[in-house]
């Protein structure tokens, strides 16, 4: 059975949402979020990260690969396009996007702001990281289509890398009015049974 | 025709790299890097990023994506082991780890020492950055097993991915002789002729 070290408010958010949505069997282990110092890998999981995924042999840390992973292996075809269908690009984009350019901000800010005590000798460090972060929900908020989700009516896999993106961003006070269609994009995400639960464990 | 906006030195050099190791033909288009000030997505590419790729209608600015979009539409079975493949799982990880985990390091401290002038005010920033970096440098050594590729005998895209990263530590002095596996590696990866031309355009 799968196997996923969690810890809550982490990345590891996203693999349990996923999980829940496609309504697999897993088991749950949940770790305490360690505050990294020395070493950056050394939360209580196999690979010292958050998320963890354990599927027999195979052990995964990257919640990007791991979303992946599952789709392609127990998706059933669901939650992403089909290789080759027209949405395919869009889906990749977006997957990609939520995490290796929209999350990066959010990360250092956490890093600046959470894991380390002289926030206050950083500030325009500070601003720079919070105009970054703004620039890049203003570029989901343009490029978002018409919705309801990033794929139009077709929910995805995108949409739960980006979903938690923007939890975070909201609560780094990033995200706001200044973004109406991701206000209300976020408002449904918040409204799914599968978002819910996985938030609540 | 497939085109793509590059800067040299930038994470398009990954999408160039490998458009030359599958000797596909596409347009280049290549385009100064401006430093981000003020916008982060101004760049002279349709979307404002670099790399963009463009292929008929479908635009993409995330190197994860352009590399996993031009393989599934046009790699052939090439690059990467077939979904459902034992080794699909850590082509996966390591695909994303590249840039999810062991960019993101390296990324902030070309923000902090070239894009702002202030990096002296930054100094334990700077270390830690610096030790956070030559963490994910430990974990790809500890991890590498016994190549000479990161799917062994298999050259993959997920070396094309990491194998820019580590171009960049290179260049800032995160990877060296602390890490003997990936010097090895970084030198095999230097004698593709497809990764020399693609570092020459």
């Known amino acids: 059975m799968l196997k996923l070290y969690h810890a809550p408010r982490t990345r590891s958010q996203r693999v349990l949402w996923l999980l829940e949505e496609l309504e697999l069997p897993f088991e749950l282990v949940t770790v305490p979020f360690k505050t990294p ?3 950056f890998f050394a939360q209580e999981t196999p690979l010292g990260k958050i998320p963890t995924l354990e599927d027999g042999a195979v052990v995964l840390c990257e919640s990007g690969a791991i979303v992946e992973y599952i789709l392609e292996r127990y998706g059933d075809n669901r939650l992403a396009p089909a290789i080759g269908a027209p949405e395919r690009g869009r889906y990749l984009q977006w997957l990609h996007f939520a995490e290796g350019t929209a999350y990066l901000p ?8 959470r894991y380390r005590d002289d926030a206050e000798k950083h500030v325009s460090l500070l601003e720079d990281l919070r105009h970054r972060a703004a620039c890049g929900m203003a570029f989901i908020e ?4 018409e ?5 139009g009516e077709q929910f ?5 890398m980006t ?6 961003a909201r609560n780094l006070g990033v995200l706001d009015e200044r973004y109406p269609a991701l206000m209300d994009y976020f408002s449904r995400i918040e409204a799914r ?9």
Do not use: I, K
Not at 106 to 113: E, Y
Not at 147 to 151: A, E, R, S
Not at 163 to 168: D, V, Y
Not at 193 to 201: C, E, G, I, L, S
């Open 37 to 39: 110092s020395s070493d």
């Open 106 to 113: 959010l990360g250092v800010l956490v890093w600046l702001t």
């Open 142 to 145: 343009e490029h978002f289509g």
């Open 147 to 151: 919705g309801p989700w990033l794929l």
């Open 156 to 160: 995805s896999a995108a949409d739960v």
């Open 163 to 168: 979903g938690f993106t923007l939890t975070a």
């Open 193 to 201: 049974p599968a978002y819910q639960r996985a938030m609540q464990r």
